[in-house]
C-alpha cells in the first residue's frame, strides 16, 4: 500500500529553522511531482511548495524566499527546508502529489512561538 511519513516539525522561536522530510513508498516516487501543504487550525489545507518530477520548484507567494523544496530520488524522499520561520506559518504540513492524489498522511505538526 502506497503511504506518506511526514517528520521533522517542531517548536521553534520566529526566526528560526527548521526540516521537513516526507519519506515514500510503493508510489514510484520519481516519477510524480510532488508537493508540500500546510492545514493551520480554522483555515482550508493550501499548497506550500511543490516539484516537478524533473526538479522545477514553485512556492506560494507567502513563503517564496524562506522555504526551499527538495527531492532525493535514490531515498524516495522530499524535504522542505524552512528559514526565518513566521508564526503565520503554524500548520500540521503534509506532503502528496502534486496535483493530490494519495491519501493524507499524519502530518508534522509545526509551531512558531516565542
Known amino acids: 500500500q502506497a503511504q506518506l511519513v511526514e517528520s521533522g516539525g517542531g517548536l521553534v522561536q520566529p526566526g528560526g529553522s527548521l526540516r521537513l522530510s516526507c519519506a515514500a513508498s510503493r508510489i514510484g516516487f520519481r516519477f510524480n511531482d510532488m508537493a508540500w501543504y500546510r492545514q493551520a487550525p480554522g483555515k482550508q489545507r493550501e499548497l506550500v511548495a511543490r516539484?516537478?518530477?524533473?526538479?522545477?520548484?514553485n512556492y506560494a507567494d507567502s513563503v517564496k524566499g524562506r522555504f526551499t523544496v527538495s527531492r532525493d530520488n535514490a531515498k524516495n524522499t522530499m524535504y522542505l527546508q524552512m528559514n526565518n520561520l513566521k508564526p503565520e506559518d503554524t500548520a500540521v504540513y503534509y506532503c502528496n502529489t502534486d496535483p493530490q492524489l494519495m491519501a493524507w498522511g499524519q502530518g508534522t505538526q509545526v509551531t512558531v512561538s516565542s
Open positions: 516539484i516537478r518530477s524533473d526538479g522545477v520548484t
